[in-house]
């Protein structure tokens, strides 16, 4: 299966500053078949980005994705207080389809 | 709008069995792929189960060892999960998430499984 590494495990920033956030797979991900999603407390979670760089809908333009191949980076270009959650990575192109482990976004 | 609204989760002590149910609403469920995602107390997500719009493919987590079967009624607009032999490690909220980017979640159901 393939294993996806997350970096940081936590990550303090403040609100106006950017925020990288790294998914690093065990082998190449298929089509760039990889999604990014945040979950606050107590919420389902919320598809950000699929296919690598593709925001969903409704998802404001500060959110970016970009990668292929083994590494992938989620970039928030202006964090705003609603922003701080955590975020996981997802590979959807190869049973099983696994996560990564989360990055904690939290407030410094 | 798209809704998913999962049913079924409860108290059930090892060893025992749970179905889990998804209804969906706003959008033609025979076309989408579905999922079962869950999440532990405190912990990250775990991809469970696949199936496609017509069952053609199915895909559980190898973890699983044949205990969980995905299953869906198109006529219903309802996904299911079927979890057998439960053990104190499958206690987590269970989420069904619609098509293979999941961009719909319905909110969860929890499943405690304790004597």
């Known amino acids: 299966e393939i294993v996806l590494t997350q970096s940081p495990g936590t990550l303090s920033l403040s609100p106006g500053e950017r925020a990288t956030l790294s998914c690093r797979a065990s082998q190449s991900v298929s089509s760039s078949y990889l999604a990014w999603y945040q979950q606050k407390p107590g919420q389902a979670p919320r598809l950000l980005i699929y296919g690598a760089s593709t925001r969903a809908t409704g998802i404001p333009d500060r959110f970016s994705g970009s990668g292929s191949g083994t590494d992938f980076t989620l970039t928030i270009s202006r964090l705003e207080p609603e922003d701080f959650a955590v975020y996981y990575c997802q590979q959807y192109g190869t049973s099983p389809h696994t996560f990564g482990q989360g990055t904690k976004l939290e407030i410094k | 709008e798209v809704q998913l609204v999962e049913s079924g989760g409860g108290l059930v002590k090892p060893g025992g069995s749970l179905r889990l149910s998804c209804v969906a609403s706003?959008?033609?469920?025979?076309?989408?792929?579905m999922n079962w995602v869950r999440q532990a107390p405190g912990k990250g997500l775990e991809w469970v189960s696949s199936?496609?719009?017509?069952?053609?493919?199915?895909y559980h987590a190898d973890s699983l060892k044949g205990r969980f079967i995905i299953s869906r009624d198109n006529a219903k607009n309802s996904l299911y999960l079927q979890m057998n032999s439960l053990r104190a490690e499958d206690t987590a909220v269970y989420y069904c998430a619609r098509s293979v980017t999941k961009d719909y979640w319905g909110q969860g159901t929890l499943v405690t499984v304790s004597s």
């Open positions: 199936i496609s719009g017509t069952s053609s493919y199915i």
């Open positions: 706003g959008f033609t469920f025979s076309t989408y792929s």
